[in-house]
């Protein structure tokens, strides 16, 4: 499922009237995507899950969440299910074999 993952920053520092300022920029959220079939924006505490409509192009939805007043950035993304019964799915990434192994430093002389 594709979706974009939105971060604020000072919406978080409002106090006791952060509920209000959240539910703005949903809103704002909201309008600014709303021709492009958006069905569930979900609040997640300092973030915001917007669902999108695999028809919906990157493109447009960059260039419409970059001009909403209190986004500090976003990324699109997609979400796949927590399978803890079998954390080894489809959707994970390839294993390493172990003729294949990364060291994450390697200074060269």
């Not at 939105?6 to 809103?27: M, S, T």
């Not at 959220?29 to 979900?42: N, P, Y």
């Amino acid at each position: 499922m594709r979706c974009a993952i939105v971060h604020y920053h000072e919406l978080a520092l409002k106090g006791r009237n952060r509920e209000y300022f959240e539910l703005q920029l949903i809103r704002n959220i909201r309008t600014a995507l709303k021709d492009l079939g958006i069905t569930q924006i979900e609040n997640l505490r300092s973030r915001i899950r917007v669902l999108l409509p695999t028809e919906a192009r990157n493109e447009i939805i960059c260039q419409r969440l970059s001009r909403v007043c209190g986004i500090a950035n976003f990324s699109l993304a997609n979400s796949v299910p927590l399978a803890l019964s079998n954390p080894i799915s489809r959707h994970s990434p390839p294993r390493l074999s172990r003729n294949s192994r990364r060291h994450p430093f390697q200074p060269s002389a």
